[in-house]
């Protein structure tokens, strides 16, 4: 069953730190830009003036998506990140049967 759920409290983004990672690694895309250490430093240094809007998909208890969002100050959504990342995407691991 598959469930979303969105980050909102900063609290909530350090907590996903392990899992985070691991599914970085199933996606296949070894891209500084998206790692939990690019993104939560990011949000500390940048993004006090954005509202975060990190978007979990589960697939019972297992992240299988992360959508590293936010909210800017005109309330449209771009990628945590946003001008000074090369690279921003959606992290989407591999379903395993």
Not at 27 to 50: A, D, S
Request: proline share 2%; hydrophobic share 40%.
């Amino acid at each position: 069953m598959f469930t979303v759920t969105q980050i909102n409290a900063y609290e909530e983004l350090v907590a996903l730190k392990e899992e985070w990672n691991i599914l970085l690694d199933k996606n296949g895309t070894n891209i500084n830009f998206l790692t939990y250490e690019w993104i939560t430093n990011w949000w500390k240094h940048f993004g006090q003036e954005n509202k975060l809007f990190v978007v979990i998909v589960k697939n019972n208890d297992n992240i299988v998506g992360i959508a590293p969002l936010m909210l800017n100050s005109k309330e449209t959504i771009q990628f945590i990140g946003t001008p000074l990342s090369d690279y921003c995407d959606f992290i989407i691991g591999e379903e395993k049967e």
